[in-house]
């Protein structure tokens, strides 16, 4: 019969939707059925669906890179001074930046082979390179995620209000931003397979309609098709540049490293596949390298595209001031499809969709990352903690909390933005493919020499990358990046000695401590006398004959009412101690007389009781003194002194 049961319950619908144990209806509302942490394997993705959890981010980073070349090209003047170099540069620069994305994809295909456990470029090279270097490309990802939120969500939002139709909320990008970055907050708690659902769709609309978009703007011409060309922006205020009428080759050399720098942004994001391994359904690395493949293809076609129609097109795009250009997807999808038609207005939703959605990749990796973290004593240990939907829900707050902060200090803008972003993630490439150049060194194995030259070799070319990019951004705001990195390595080393004392402190290697052998002193707090308080003394007496009850003074004209109901109740079965407080404090003469007692009697083991009730209604609580947790507060903090709260539920029957 039991068995019965038991076959019953594991296949019943309550272990199937979830916990068979009482949930908070509005729990349960918000965030679904718990999942029993048997049915992890249930919530890994399919390719079709980790697609768009770890490559939206680096697909969508195509439009506003794209936007980044053509901002720089254009406060340059070069429209103006060098027409025929302006419409061919974007190209040359988008297939540079293909041609390293081509590069550092191949050596990370490399590494998901090689650690098929996930963490990435953390522990690529913490395990080859040490600790240190660890920290730096666990800082620099992290940094690289809350970025990812900021830019991918401020770049949606601005792509979105830029329509016609949407320009009367156009002052109102930073509450948008901050109601996008909760409302995938709330999608991510609800689980990683639940959001990459969610998601698939706006990022496969989003790819067919580019790719529309795309063959249309090249190829229709050939056949007669007539672009719009009107809606393109074509020239600047003549505040809004620094051009000169003649610039010389350093000059435009230099203009071009900051543009390639600036297009290296389509490659954030890059790693998050090789970072979330263990998401992916079995077999894990196999999966996880397709996929790294298929975004790389993705993400090169779409950039090269972008950048051929924005160079055919003549767009020009810059901003001074209050002035902005729109955006340059916009005014591409604008010529092609023409400016109020419903495909233009579907590319530009689904541009939008894409780019707020893009933040999904930072909510799947950066929590992952942490625990990672966090199981190795370098971040806090909440952070390795899965919620209901077997997420690591802490980390998907944070990284929510920390977006929001850039956004609210940038006043969401994608071009303020934007010098911060690369620099960590291309840091995080060049370390961990020196690592794997260190791992294939000392592992050997079949090929090992050819796989080490071509780790080697991508480490080569993102080192120099990002070279380029610190010395181009550095005064944009990159600095800003390698403060708060280092801010975040000495984070994790204070977090780590302090596990590391903690771990050594509560280390049984020495033996077990003995037990205490004095005598044991009991104060139980009573604030006035009435039935709540008296499973207090109750309880007090019987763990020692030693008990005092401890009333603090905060009116001294009820004191000899309760001096009185004590004698007339109570008697002399416990000492009843008034301790004045002339200035009202309830914890000062508390502390006071626990420090009397300790020095009285320096063996005895004191513990103070402290009554407290629970009413049946949540908002009772906002009707009574709230002291109890003040003292809880002040007590926690003081050696030698146990608390015990003993609860008086009301409404409910009395214990005896």
């Not at 230099?254 to 390639?260: E, G």
Request: net charge positive; with cysteine.
């Amino acid at each position: 019969m039991n068995e019965v049961r038991n076959r019953r319950t594991r296949s019943g619908p309550s272990r199937r939707r979830g916990s068979p144990y009482p949930i908070n209806p509005l729990r349960r509302l918000l965030f679904g059925y718990p999942t029993a942490t048997t049915q992890a394997d249930h919530t890994r993705l399919t390719k079709l669906v980790a697609l768009p959890v770890f490559a939206s981010d680096a697909i969508s980073s195509s439009t506003y890179a794209t936007q980044e070349v053509m901002l720089v090209l254009g406060a340059a003047g070069l429209w103006l001074t060098h027409p025929e170099l302006y419409r061919t540069l974007p190209v040359a620069i988008a297939c540079g930046v293909a041609a390293l994305l081509a590069i550092v994809v191949v050596s990370y295909w490399q590494t998901i082979h090689a650690y098929p456990s996930g963490g990435g470029s953390y522990i690529v090279s913490k395990d080859n390179l040490g600790p240190f270097p660890g920290l730096v490309a666990a800082a620099a990802l992290l940094m690289d995620y809350v970025l990812t939120v900021a830019v991918s969500i401020a770049a949606g939002v601005q792509n979105l209000l830029d329509m016609p139709i949407a320009s009367r909320w156009s002052d109102s990008q930073v509450p948008v931003c901050i109601i996008a970055i909760a409302l995938l907050c709330f999608a991510n708690l609800r689980g990683l397979r639940e959001s990459g659902t969610v998601f698939a769709g706006p990022t496969y609309m989003f790819i067919v309609l580019a790719a529309v978009m795309i063959a249309t703007g090249l190829v229709g011409p050939i056949f007669g098709l007539q672009l719009h060309t009107g809606t393109v922006t074509r020239e600047l205020p003549p505040y809004a540049y620094t051009a000169s009428d003649h610039l010389s080759v350093f000059a435009i050399v230099a203009v071009v490293l900051k543009a390639f720098a600036s297009g290296c942004a389509a490659m954030t994001g890059t790693e998050a596949v090789s970072n979330g391994i263990p998401a992916f359904r079995r077999p894990e690395s196999r999966n996880a390298a397709i996929t790294l493949t298929v975004m790389a293809v993705i993400l090169g076609a779409l950039f090269i595209g972008f950048a051929s129609l924005a160079a055919r097109l003549g767009v020009v795009y810059g901003h001074h001031g209050s002035y902005t250009s729109p955006a340059v997807i916009e005014q591409i999808s604008g010529a092609v499809f023409g400016r109020g038609s419903a495909l233009y207005y579907l590319m530009q939703f689904s541009t939008a969709g894409i780019l707020v959605l893009a933040a999904n990749t930072a909510f799947a990796d950066f929590p992952r990352l942490a625990a990672i973290l966090s199981r190795d004593r370098y971040m806090p240990r909440q952070l390795a903690n899965k919620g209901d939907k077997l997420v690591f829900s802490n980390g998907i707050a944070l990284l929510a909390c920390a977006a929001v902060v850039l956004i609210v200090g940038f006043h969401g803008s994608v071009d303020r933005l934007i010098p911060l972003y690369a620099v960590g993630v291309f840091t995080a490439f060049t370390l961990s493919q020196s690592g794997m150049v260190r791992h294939w060194l000392r592992e050997r194995g079949p090929h090992w020499l050819t796989k080490a030259m071509v780790n080697g070799f991508g480490a080569l070319c993102t080192g120099i990358v990002l070279a380029v990019i610190s010395i181009e951004k550095f005064h944009a705001g990159a600095w800003v990046v390698v403060v708060v990195v280092s801010a975040l390595i000495a984070g994790f080393s204070a977090i780590y000695r302090h596990y590391a004392f903690v771990r050594n402190k509560l280390s049984i290697g020495a033996g077990v401590p003995t037990p205490h052998s004095g005598a044991h002193t009991v104060l139980v707090l009573i604030p006035s006398l009435h039935r709540g308080v008296f499973p207090a003394i109750y309880y007090a007496r019987r763990l020692s004959p030693d008990c005092r009850a401890i009333h603090i003074e905060l009116e001294p004209n009820d004191t000899q009412r309760l001096v009185q109901e004590w004698e007339a109740n109570m008697g002399d079965e416990m000492p009843l101690v008034v301790l004045p407080s002339p200035f009202r404090s309830l914890i000062g003469p508390l502390m006071a007389y626990l420090d009397q007692v300790q020095i009285e009697l320096p063996d005895n083991l004191v513990t103070v009781v402290l009554p407290e009730f629970v009413s049946t209604k949540w908002w009772h609580s906002f009707l009574h003194n709230a002291n109890g947790p003040l003292v809880k507060l002040y007590l926690s903090q003081r050696p030698g002194v146990v608390l015990v709260n003993v609860r008086y539920f009301i409404g409910e029957p009395e214990q005896a």
